[in-house]
């Protein structure tokens, strides 16, 4: 599609049954009916960046941080190895703690498993990433949030989007599998550059992009500012499938935070992978990034329902790692 027609789904306001519907059959022609699960560890909700929605933006003073030992994160990745989990993705805020030899380290304890890993740990150095690929991490999620510069600039103090851009270049580079993403909803965000938002992601080949609305969280300068709208953010991800095809594609989080269906219409519409939080109830709740964020009390009991669920809508859980399928 060019721009102009992405404009014009976009700006429709009608559902668009069309339109995931396409989505849903070209996610069944080119990646199949399996879904990836990756299990996902919150390890640390220190972060010393400032982004505009994020609750765990480093001014939120009422925030309880907390920091997982290397020990729990081991812990938690064998338990989710044990369910049956092929990903582990590390995910954090932008903590400096946790210096390239630590983070090494417990990249290097997780690979002795049959096990693909991802990371989702913010903006490093070339350096760095090396380092990690070194160690043996797989993939690496790095949202671009906005591709208005403009936009970006005003969501992210003191941070630069150009290095941001650098950044996936980098991991590019560097032979990991890239995810990206877009916020949907942000205050002065528009159609046109949602329309670039997915342009961007086929220019720079994504292997990965989450796509989620907007919520507000109550610590943040954007408290006053309304939600993203569930079925704009669910046209970005079917246009990104159809765009994209082969690509993996999670029903995140948000989707089902701000819609009680939200995970299965997106797995209906495009969505290929889920990502299931595997550390304890306390430290899900701490990391909020936004507030009424879908969690899962219990992982085994959660990953049975998740089956059951999946199996209802005639899918299945996947046996492999869940590479893109090139
Ligand atoms: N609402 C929705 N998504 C958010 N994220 C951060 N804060 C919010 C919010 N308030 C998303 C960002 C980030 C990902 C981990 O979570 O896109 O990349």
Redesign the pocket.
């Known amino acids: 599609m060019n721009k102009q027609e992405i404009i014009d789904i976009l700006s429709n306001n009608s559902k668009n049954n069309w339109l995931f519907n396409k989505a849903n059959q070209i996610r069944h022609n080119f990646v199949g009916d399996e879904i990836h699960l990756r299990a996902l560890i919150e390890f640390s909700n220190v972060c010393k960046r400032q982004?505009y929605?994020?609750?765990?933006q480093s001014t939120n003073k009422e925030i309880e941080r907390y920091r997982l030992k290397k020990e729990d994160i081991l812990f938690y990745s064998k338990k989710a190895i044990k369910l049956g989990y092929k990903t582990i993705v590390l995910?954090s805020g932008e903590d400096d703690y946790f210096s390239s030899d630590k983070l090494c380290e417990i990249i290097r304890e997780i690979k002795k498993n049959d096990v693909a890993l991802t990371l989702?740990i913010g903006e490093k150095s070339f350096e760095e990433y090396k380092e990690y690929k070194k160690a043996g991490a797989d993939r690496y999620?790095?949202?671009i949030?906005t591709t208005d510069e403009k936009l970006y600039q005003k969501m992210h103090p003191n941070a630069d989007f150009k290095n941001r851009i650098n950044c996936l270049e980098n991991l590019k580079t560097l032979g990991y599998e890239v995810g990206s993403?877009?916020?949907v909803g942000l205050p002065e965000q528009t159609i046109n550059s949602l329309a670039d938002d997915i342009l961007f992601f086929k220019e720079i080949d994504a292997d990965m992009i989450?796509i989620?609305?907007?919520?507000?969280?109550p610590q943040?300068p954007?408290k006053n500012s309304s939600?993203?709208d569930f079925w704009l953010a669910l046209k970005v991800m079917a246009l990104t499938r159809i765009e994209l095809p082969n690509i993996n594609i999670p029903a995140?989080t948000?989707m089902e935070?701000i819609h009680p269906n939200g995970r299965i219409i997106a797995l209906n519409s495009g969505a290929n992978v889920i990502m299931p939080n595997v550390v304890s109830f306390d430290c899900q709740k701490k990391y909020e990034?936004?507030?009424n964020k879908a969690n899962s009390t219990n992982a085994e009991q959660y990953k049975t329902e998740l089956e059951k669920r999946i199996n209802e809508i005639r899918r299945f859980i996947s046996k492999d790692k869940g590479f893109r399928k090139k």
Not at 53 to 56: F, N, P, S
Not at 212 to 217: A, E
């Open positions: 982004c929605y994020c609750g765990l995910q989702s999620l790095l949202r949030e993403g877009c916020l989450g989620g609305p907007f919520i507000p969280h943040t954007l939600s993203g995140t948000a935070t990034i936004y507030p």
